[in-house]
């Protein structure tokens, strides 16, 4: 118990603002922690998804979005899936990661949004990611030549993991639609 | 020489996985009045029962030891079993092997063994002595009384009254319908309180089978299941409720008003006045610790402007007498007395209140006609926290028990606050949401999820005022965090306690309370609405906290149990009790003194102590008290106690 969370008037807007952005009912959160129990990630977030929920109800928007965690979900949705309450945390960390960029907050781990970015793009450009391509970009933008991951990088190329060609869906004309829609709705 | 039976149960592993059955069943067989024994998985089954029955007929047994569970259990399964065969039910013993020995030593099969047979010869010794006894018949009063008229004792007696038996109602208060009154909308429904309640009182008003009394209480009971006869007090109302119409002048040109408790000490009553606007019966009482005539005479005004001339300024208590058959305790409950909650500032700070106050706020007929403002200023809170389990499951300092309806009626609360007060924000200190009844859950989901109630888990340690706001310092564990709130209202969802005097009113009905004054029921699961008392009922919140539907499911069971008591005009009672050596009383009298029962009395003319048999309950409490060895106990006389005992030493 460091520190005291004073409440004059609490704030619920984050909550509203949050709740609209992601569409997902968190007044609804009971705190049954399967969320949490089931996320591959979680052993390594500073806040866990379900204390990621309880924060947002008690308006505690700058630790939100300064948190590592928000960038670390990868979007399995197991936590969506089990969810008593129907609530789908990957729908709300991608909301959330998008507040943080508008508002130029970035977590500890300075260049995790870098990644995201390049991971967004390479899925752009071809309608799924290319791991070959999307590391070059992260790379360039992050000036981090990721050399703690060469070993694990090369073992997974040998298994086959790492295609050097990039190969494309069909429909790459939807994609694009898809990317425009949502520049667009913005 | 009797010829005796043995029936040795394995209760499955419970007996024989410890006893060995076969070495009992063959050492007792060889016991030489013994003319049958035998051993079987389940006695108490079908054909376990088969087996005692055969036997009777076939070897002429003249008494039986069932050796298996507690008599609490199986006692009566036998004892008809071989009554189906002509035999007197009361030679038919248990021995308990179960509970008594081998539950007890399983770790120690060769002792257990042993034990189990000294306990079968001990009780076959008890059944060489025991005499043919027939039950005891005792004529019923086919009419039921209720103590209580709130929502328990009202849906007692209206289903009692719609059985076709005669009720006797009693209330302390001058009108029906307890707490409920008080009430404004009630979860998970969000129907009002008053319509429906004012709606049953009616009923019980106008019907032919239920005698009711206001502003009354039971001062003495005596008798037994099937003939209590109870002494009413009916406090003298200094209103001759036969004359009165109703109309009120009286109310409204009485010159004093003070603090109504009814109200939470939010609103005022006049000194005469009714209980609630539009109460059933709708008339009114002088609280004589109020009006000025009973001050100093100074003022009558009531008298002269009564139309019908109902005023009695001289009216005394009356005490009337009334006799039934079966008695209803439905007294309900009071909230935990606040002035004892100082760390929450109850009572020092004006905008802290309790839950029913609150409650009183929104009814449109309260003090303040539906609107909820602060009590200190009048504005409209906006900022307004509740807190629950205040003084229950506090074990230490207040109650130890869950008061179970505090976190449906707080959702409730701030529900309805949040209809009222848009943009207000509610908090909810709690411990745990305890939502356990058809559709509270949902209720409550629904609730947090519409209203954006916030919930934080942590109790409060502070309650203070600081510029004009209350300020309260709790944590929400969910975060971990201290947390302070600066709030306009504080509502505190104080523990549920029994009605004050229940513990006075257990003792003249021989029931029992627990250690909190709660009246306690013959079993928690399977005689939840008897009384350890046969005859005395429990509805409501008399005997532990619970919502209405609870406490209207439980009512209505104590009719249904009643009817069933009261379907026939006799009463069969077990004949296992006192009786009294006329050559050698003395009518000392000491037995009359022990008796928990007031089953002894004294006759004068013949100069000795006589039984009641009908109010004997069999306890020994005279046998042990006796300096003549006068009394002894049916079937349990002190040559079959010696004997059992010389067994086992």
């Given at each position: 118990?460091?520190?005291?969370t004073?409440v004059?008037k609490m704030?619920s ?44 109800q008690m308006g ?127 | ?380 809170p906006k900022e307004i926290v509740f807190i629950q ?21 707080t959702?409730?609360?701030a529900?309805?606050y949040k ?5 207000g924000q509610p908090y909810i200190f709690y ?21 954006g109630l916030l919930y934080l888990r942590g109790?409060v ?9 209350v300020?309260i310092?709790g944590?929400d ?6 947390v302070e709130v600066a709030a306009d209202m504080v509502v ?158």
């Open positions: 118990m460091e520190t005291t004073s004059e704030d807007s984050f909550l509203e603002e949050v709740s609209k952005r992601s569409g997902e009912k968190l007044s609804l959160c009971y705190q049954c922690l399967k969320c949490t129990a089931g996320c591959p990630t979680a052993p390594y977030m500073d806040i866990r998804p379900n204390s990621i929920i309880r924060m947002i505690m928007k700058r630790e939100v979005l300064e948190s590592s965690a928000i960038w670390f979900c990868v979007y399995c949705q197991t936590c969506g899936t089990r969810c008593p309450n129907e609530i789908h945390i990957g729908v709300l960390m991608d909301a959330l990661r998008e507040m943080a960029m508008e508002e130029g907050v970035h977590a500890k781990e300075k260049n995790i949004h870098l990644f995201h970015e390049a991971f967004i793009q390479s899925v752009r450009r071809g309608g799924r990611a290319h791991e070959v391509t999307m590391l070059m970009d992260y790379m360039l933008r992050s000036r981090d030549l990721m050399k703690g991951s060469l070993i694990p990088g090369v073992k997974l190329f040998l298994k086959g993991k790492f295609p050097l060609l990039p190969s494309f869906v069909k429909g790459k004309g939807e994609i694009k639609r898809i990317f425009e829609k949502c520049t667009k709705a913005k | 020489m009797k010829r005796l039976g043995v029936f040795i149960c394995h209760c499955g592993v419970n007996i024989a996985g410890t006893v060995d059955v076969k070495s009992v069943a063959e050492k007792t067989g060889r016991v030489e009045d013994v003319a049958h024994s035998a051993d079987y998985i389940y006695m108490c089954s079908e054909p376990g029962q088969q087996i005692i029955r055969e036997a009777i007929r076939e070897r002429g047994l003249e008494g039986v030891v069932v050796a298996c569970c507690s008599p609490s259990m199986h006692e009566n399964t036998f004892r008809k079993a071989v009554k189906s065969e002509g035999m007197n039910p009361y030679l038919c013993e248990i021995a308990n092997i179960r509970e008594q020995c081998s539950w007890v030593h399983q770790k120690e099969k060769t002792k257990a063994t042993e034990k189990a047979e000294e306990i079968i010869l001990a009780t076959l010794e008890k059944v060489r002595e025991n005499e043919k006894l027939e039950a005891i018949s005792v004529s019923i009063n086919r009419s039921a009384g209720v103590i209580g008229g709130g929502i328990a004792g009202m849906t007692a007696a209206l289903d009692l009254a719609e059985g076709g038996y005669e009720v006797l109602l009693i209330e302390k208060e001058q009108a029906l319908g307890g707490h409920m009154t008080q009430l404004s909308k009630t979860f998970p429904d969000l129907h009002p309180a008053l319509p429906d309640l004012l709606a049953k009182a009616r009923e019980i008003e106008r019907h032919p089978k239920i005698d009711l009394h206001c502003y009354s209480e039971m001062e003495d009971v005596k008798g037994y299941v099937g003939n209590f006869e109870l002494t009413i007090r009916k406090k003298a109302t200094s209103v001759d409720w036969g004359r009165c119409n109703g109309c009120g002048l009286c109310i409204r040109d009485c010159p004093v008003e003070y603090v109504s408790p009814f109200e939470r000490g939010l609103g005022v009553r006049k000194a005469i006045d009714l209980l609630y606007p539009g109460s059933v019966p709708q008339k009114p009482v002088i609280r004589r610790d109020h009006c000025r005539y009973f001050h100093d005479g100074s003022c009558r005004k009531c008298e002269e402007v009564c139309p019908e001339k109902a005023i009695r300024f001289d009216q005394q208590d009356e005490r009337i007498g009334k006799k039934v058959g079966a008695i209803v305790v439905a007294t309900g409950f009071e909230l935990y007395p606040t002035e004892q909650l100082g760390e929450y500032g109850y009572g020092e700070i004006p905008d802290v209140i309790d839950g029913l106050a609150l409650e009183r706020m929104f009814s449109v007929d309260g003090p303040t006609q539906g609107r909820i403002i602060r009590p200190s200023d009048g504005t409209v389990c205040v003084a229950s499951r506090d074990p230490d300092r207040y109650m130890p028990y869950c008061s179970r309806i505090c976190c449906m009626y959702a409730k609360q529900k309805i209809e009222q007060v848009p943009d411990m745990d949401i305890r939502a356990d009844a058809k559709g509270y859950e949902e209720f409550l989901q629904k609730t947090i999820e519409e209203k109790r340690s502070r309650v203070f005022q600081d510029d004009g706001k300020r310092l944590v564990t969910l975060t971990g965090k201290m505190l969802a104080t523990a549920i306690v029994p009605s004050q005097g229940v513990k006075d009113l257990a003792s003249k009905l021989r029931a029992t309370v627990d250690r909190h004054g709660f009246l306690t029921e013959a079993h928690i699961k399977l005689y939840p609405v008897e009384s350890s008392t046969k005859g005395i009922y429990l509805a409501g919140c008399g005997q532990s906290p619970k919502d209405i539907s609870d406490t209207v499911s439980q009512a209505s069971a104590t009719a249904s149990k009643i009817q069933a008591l009261l379907s026939t005009d006799q009463l069969l009672q077990d004949p296992l009790i006192a009786f009294v050596d006329e050559n050698i009383c003395s009518g000392c009298g000491i037995c009359v003194e022990v008796c928990p029962y007031e089953a002894r009395e004294m006759n004068s003319r013949r100069g000795i102590s006589v039984v009641h048999s009908a109010l004997c309950q069999g306890c020994g409490a005279c046998i042990a008290a006796c300096p003549n060895f006068a009394c002894e106990l049916r079937n349990s006389s002190s040559v079959q106690t010696l004997r059992m005992l010389e067994t086992f030493v």
